[in-house]
């Protein structure tokens, strides 16, 4: 699983990136993986995040564009050309050629590569939403921001202090920035956005991320709504809602969501909140 172009360098020709992989016997730099018809070098073993370093050669977008399959989450089982005639493995990433993957798992707004990750809230929003919200006086402005696979990483310290979020880079605008700038209530379409207005401030630029808001934390919201997905306990996002709408409150609509079946995950169903 590509993740982010890596700063390490590469042989003439190729490009680095960060990958996720597994395999039966412990992967060295310098092995070679193959994938469709390209030899993909790896570079660099193990870092302390799981991720190695592989060359690709050329463009790399290119070439996942050709030979790469849309990597859906985990929880979505749907066999792959790989898994016909034997039982596919549940815990798996599911990777699948169904074209419809493409579409379906993005958001109407995407536009720039490199994101592990559709963020989900947006799934709500179609042009039609769009275009109603227009007529009553409302403004979509659009940020960037790569999802990155640390955001789907549970905490697994005692003292939630001393977890560290992996980086995640965004952009704004200078036209969304004027907006924010405005004084008009805003509300952040997923924690996604959200994350990436409270790290930049509203400013315009681009940079990257690693700021972990959870209850306690004495964050000062610079965001007053939120529509966002129902979260995992003991995940990230859980605890930024709980931080921007009081853990009390974001609590009692879990439960609820959980007592009414309401969907969670990617695919699920989604709620707006307020900022406490």
Avoid: K
């Avoid at 790469?68 to 699948?96: K, M």
């Avoid at 809602?241 to 009692?252: K, P």
Wanted: charged residues 20%.
């Amino acid at each position: 699983l590509l993740l982010e172009p890596d700063p390490a360098p590469a042989p003439p020709g190729h490009e680095a990136w960060r990958a996720l992989a597994r395999a039966r016997r412990p992967l060295r730099a310098g092995q070679e993986i193959l994938a469709g018809d390209a030899v993909i070098p790896i570079l660099e073993e193990r870092a302390d995040d799981g991720s190695i370093a592989v060359a690709i050669r050329g463009d790399a977008l290119a070439f996942l564009d050709r030979v790469g399959h849309v990597p859906l989450p985990r929880y979505i089982h749907r066999a792959s050309p790989t898994d016909v005639g034997r039982a596919a493995a549940p815990q798996a990433v599911r990777s699948v050629n169904d074209d419809s993957d493409r579409e379906r798992y993005q958001t109407m707004f995407a536009r720039v590569p490199g994101a592990v990750a559709a963020p989900t809230a947006g799934l709500h929003m179609t042009p039609a939403v769009a275009a109603a919200l227009a007529a009553r006086g409302v403004t979509i402005a659009t940020i960037t921001l790569h999802v990155g696979y640390g955001t789907f990483e549970p905490v697994r310290e005692g003292d939630i202090r001393q977890h560290h979020m992996h980086r995640e880079r965004y952009a704004v605008s200078a036209e969304t920035a004027a907006l924010v700038a405005s004084g008009r209530p805003i509300v952040a379409l997923g924690t996604t956005a959200l994350r990436a207005l409270e790290a930049s401030r509203g400013r315009a630029g681009t940079a990257s991320t690693d700021l972990f808001i959870y209850p306690g934390a004495g964050h000062e919201f610079l965001v007053q709504h939120l529509i966002t997905n129902f979260h995992l306990p003991e995940s990230t996002l859980l605890m930024l809602v709980c931080a921007f709408a009081g853990t009390d409150r974001v609590l009692a609509a879990h439960r609820h969501a959980v007592a009414s079946r309401y969907r969670f995950f990617s695919y699920g169903d989604a709620m707006l909140v307020h900022r406490a």
